[in-house]
């Protein structure tokens, strides 16, 4: 690791997004999602499975309440634990002091004002900022006086707090809290939540670490680990940096924290005989984290780590943490990841399976997955910009992340299948998992919010900043600022990216500047042409880096062909032997009932990457590139059983129409596929 290499993301303050892509997705988060999802959270839906979310704060905020009103000193209640999932049995009227939900019921709102902060951050919105205070006036009243917040466990009483690290999330609420905090501090300067969330660290903090006497345990979901790493750079704070390093170091030690905890629950259960049966490899510690090279266990746990092991070997400069990362990257981009950027081939544990094991119509390929796989190829390329990071990030962004939001950003997939038949869906109980159509909500809502997040915060993905350069990852239409020393220069970007490969960036300055402004060349294209303004340039890990002292409006201009790819798997992924998928610039394609008819295993591909046409159609409201391949479609035979004689088939001639994947299942039920017969 060379520090002087290391980026961090732009403010979010400092960046404009003017591109019509990314404003049309970004203002449906802002003026569609956000609000949307503080109706979820309040349980104002109809037909939306109701969060519990604010119903749960006020719970545990009228308890604490009342026991200051009492005027007697706070003490944990010690009602009894009610286990994993309490539901009302009339949801019309749920009891008004219990709690509701999954154990990480909180998140939901730390997500959610996550998003809004980011978005308050580019769009300052004052109705908007009220509900939110209102909404963290709410969040704070319910924690504890010693910091505590966890609404489960202070509603079903504390005397089980800690007890089950393994699934009970509690470090999981505390590392969503962080982030939501820290994001809407940075977006409004108000820091009563993120007090709030320095507290509830500060009570983990003096109770788990190193040090004798406090508790050896880590998350069993991770994201603690970066969250803290983001408190520590806002409040500077080594505690928190420690803490985040603690939790990783401990994590895959033996004895196996989970395993003994487990022990710890059944001899109090007085199941003395059974069996622990913790699997390690799910939460990832089977092996200290150092050791780890294959990507295994649940996906989205598995991301959000090795995302908190880059933070951490960027800021304490662990070779042996980077060069974990570095293995874990390679398991997955090099045997676990979809052509759509999705990650977990499998709904066992919501996992990544073996090598190669990457099936269409069972895939998990969970949202959040996709997402946190950004967090972590964000993080490598703050460590070093080498474009193989940014060129997974972009695929998961374009793919997998925005098919998880309908176009009209009123429902979302959980489940990215690259595969559907909605008959099958509707009859198979192997595919119980996937949904042929977007939900309006879930019982466990973990995807939606982690998308309005993801979306609201985009920009942070498309530009890094060292002390002398600045990095365009993503392509997208605005502008960005930066400062190089007490000079400002902003960058002008005109981008016609998901769809034409011609960027064109404009140098605003009040006075020269000196700089390197790196522009990533992507992976997807080939023969670049770089129009440097005359500026000294060289190529470093995929990026054309361009130095020396910028005058206003001088210009750089690319040019990235973008044609189509016809794209085979690696022959061991044994689904897609045969299979052709085809991919343009960042977009993956696919084939849809509405384009085809059903049946979409009938048609085959019969041509080269060069018969294909592109077009620019207006099918769903925007514009949107339309791939249209020449191919054959099997007929039918009229008569004829269900076996006979092997033949060749009678084909005849069809038209394959792709649409982006990304914009898939916005035109009613039916089929789709990725992957094509080639
Ligand atoms: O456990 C919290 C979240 O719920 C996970 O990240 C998702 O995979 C879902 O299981
Ligand atoms: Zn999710």
Redesign the pocket.
Known sequence: MNKQHFSTPVALGSVKVTDAFWQRTMELVRKEVIPYQWEVLNDRVKDAAPSWCMHNFRAAGRLMRDKKRKGAEFVAPTYTFRGFEALPDDPEHPEEDRFYG?V?QD?DFSKWIEAVGYSLAQHPDPELEKTADEAIDVVCAAQMEDGYLDTYYIINGMDAAFTNLRDN?EL?CLGHLVEGAVAYYEGTGKDKLLRAACRFADFIADRFGAEEGKCKGYPG?EIAEMALIRLYEVTGEERYLTLSRFFLDQRGQEPFYFVEEEKARLAQAGKLKQQAKTNLSYHQSHKPVREQDEAVG????AV?LYSGMADVARKMGDEAMYAACKRLWDSIVGQKLYITGGIGGTHMG?SFSYPYDLPNDTAYS?T??AI?LMFFARRMLQIEADSRYADVMELALYNTVLAGMALDGKSFF?VNPLSVVPEACARDERLQHVKPVRQKWFG?A??PPNIARLVSSVAQYAYTESEDTLYTHLYMSGEVTKRFGDQEITLVIESGMPWNGHVKATVRVKEPVQGTLAFRIPGWTSGAQIDAGGKQQTLKGGYACLSGVWQDGDAVEFDFPMPVHMVAADPRVRENLGKVAFMRGPVTFCAEEADNGDQLHLLRVACGSGDVAVGMENVFGHETAVLTVPGKRTVLPEAGGLYGAAAPVKEEDAVIRLIPYYAWANRGLGEMSVWLRG
């Open positions: 999954f990480f998140t999330h999981y979901h649940h996906a989205v746990r959000y919501e969970e959040c997955a946190g959980y466990c973990c995807c």
